[in-house]
């Protein structure tokens, strides 16, 4: 039972280039969601699932895409990076969408130039 | 929207001084959750509150919800220096089932 696994841990990007970052878990958890860390700020919701097939906007969407076919994954895309896109991300999820704890990932930590 | 205020955003100690972060709502909340994340790490998951005054303890830490579940409190006892990091709230209020986050609280402790 490996819980939230992220990758990659590191990665820089040109401003442009869009990549895939990916998110699975094995704990047959309900509800997934992506977030951004930047300095002060704490944990801002990018986008979240309740369910395969089904996302939604959270607090910071611009410049980023969702898709969840499966239960267990929940890619985040960069469409066309840019600087104020360099932050730490996160991927957690919990077994259902309210009442339950949340298991967050390793982080990834993105860097736009 | 529902807003998570957190204070202090930063805290120093001695090591064995105490500690305390606070978390206030603009609406009640139908439950509080508290996360700490170690320098460099991801957030874990400490413990939920959901019963109005509710007050519960794990070793050093005592958490508190309160009354009119608006606000809460982590307290730790006689810091050590495996307390460093960053502590947030999540609260999740009654009309959503997306848990909007503290800004967090950093605590510095000093051997």
């Known amino acids: 039972n490996a819980g939230v696994t992220q990758t990659p841990k590191f990665q820089v990007l040109k401003t442009g280039q869009s990549m895939t970052l990916q998110c699975a878990q094995d704990?047959?958890?309900?509800?997934m969601s992506w977030y951004r860390q930047d300095p002060g700020m704490g944990l801002r919701l990018i986008h979240y699932?309740?369910?395969?097939?089904?996302?939604d906007q959270g607090e910071v969407p611009n410049g980023y895409n969702v898709s969840r076919s499966t239960t267990e994954d929940f890619p985040l895309r960069l469409l066309s990076a840019a600087p104020s896109q360099t932050s730490v991300y996160f991927c957690a999820s919990s077994l259902t969408v309210m009442n339950t704890e949340a298991f967050f990932g390793q982080g990834t930590r993105l860097t736009v130039v | 929207g529902q807003q998570v205020m957190q204070i202090p955003q930063y805290q120093h100690v001695q090591e064995g001084e105490d500690f305390t972060t606070y978390c206030n709502s603009s609406t009640t909340l139908s439950n509080i959750q508290w996360y700490k994340q170690r320098p460099g790490g991801h957030p874990v998951f400490l413990i939920q509150?959901?019963?109005?005054?509710e007050v519960k303890k794990q070793k050093r830490l005592t958490f508190q919800f309160g009354e009119a579940k608006k606000n809460s409190s982590l307290h730790i006892t006689a810091t050590q220096t495996t307390d460093v990091g960053t502590y947030f709230c999540?609260?999740?209020?009654?009309?959503?089932?997306?848990?909007?986050f503290g800004r967090g609280t950093s605590l510095i402790v000093h051997p």
């Open positions: 509150l959901v019963k109005s005054g």
């Open positions: 999540a609260g999740l209020s009654g009309g959503s089932y997306i848990p909007t």
């Open positions: 699932s309740v369910g395969a097939g089904i996302t």
């Open positions: 704990m047959n958890h309900e509800y």
